[in-house]
T-cell receptor, first 118, second 113 residues
Framework: GAVVSQHPSRVICKSGTSVKIECRSLDFQATTMFWYRQFPKQSLMLMATSNEGSKATYEQGVEKDKFLINHASLTLSTLTVTSAHPEDSSFYIC??????????????FGDGTRLSIL | SQKIEQNSEALNIQEGKTATLTCNYTNYSPAYLQWYRQDPGRGPVFLLLIRENEKEKRKERLKVTFDTTLKQSLFHITASQPADSATYLCALDGTDSSYKLIFGSGTRLLVRP
């Protein structure tokens, strides 16, 4: 149980392209999802917290107009990297929290999206 | 500001030995702490969660301790196997009620056959 599917797993595109990444909870309802960015051999850096039916909460230094987040249903959150440039190349990972369980609990992660901007 | 430290150097041990990984934190009092495993090119996988009022937690060959006085958690893998080779991340809950986690940079474990 508690499976999170992230798609696509890899994207290679030209500078200026907008890229959409999907994160789905397959067997539970995720009222809260998280988006992270990870550079090689570094920690996961939280970009934003996505709450179903409301605006995402962005971490300090993350441009909300650059990284658009939509959480329109209890099982799907999307991250769109708008007008991507080479410096946006990174490993993006989503996670989800089971909304049916209260209190402290683990996050369930997708397998990440490797984004390469040429 | 909050700081989470994990040994950045890889831990290289012989199969069958116990691996011990350390997570230290400062300027913070987390209510709980979690450990995750991450393989190259994959997302993290949850292993164990320990609360501030728990000293120790076990799951099969894994053991986690949580010392709120020392501000430290130790993660042990007994009878280690080459398949245990991965990067292990510790994570602490955020200071607000958003359920977000703050991750350490991880320690890479290599278990030699």
């Amino acid at each position: 149980g508690a499976v999170v599917s992230q798609h696509p797993s890899r994207v290679i595109c030209k500078s200026g392209t907008s890229v959409k990444i999907e994160c789905r909870s397959l067997d539970f309802q995720a009222t809260t999802m998280f988006w992270y960015r990870q550079f090689p051999k570094q920690s996961l850096m939280l970009m934003a917290t996505s709450n179903e039916g409301s605006k995402a909460t962005y971490e300090q230094g993350v441009e909300k107009d650059k990284f658009l987040i939509n959480h329109a249903s209890l099982t799907l959150s999307t991250l769109t990297v708008t007008s991507a440039h080479p410096e946006d190349s990174s490993f993006y990972i989503c996670s989800a929290r089971d909304g049916g369980v209260s209190g402290n609990q683990p996050q369930h992660f997708g397998d990440g999206t490797r984004l390469s901007i040429l | 500001s909050q700081k989470i430290e994990q040994n950045s150097e890889a831990l290289n041990i012989q199969e069958g030995k116990t691996a011990t990984l350390t997570c230290n934190y400062t300027n913070y009092s987390p209510a709980y702490l979690q450990w995750y495993r991450q393989d190259p090119g994959r997302g993290p996988v949850f292993l164990l969660l320990i609360r501030e009022n728990e000293k120790e937690k076990r799951k099969e060959r894994l053991k986690v301790t949580f010392d709120t006085t020392l501000k430290q958690s130790l993660f042990h893998i007994t009878a280690s196997q080459p398949a245990d080779s991965a990067t292990y991340l510790c994570a602490l809950d955020g200071t607000d009620s958003s359920y977000k986690l703050i991750f350490g940079s991880g320690t890479r474990l290599l278990v030699r056959p």
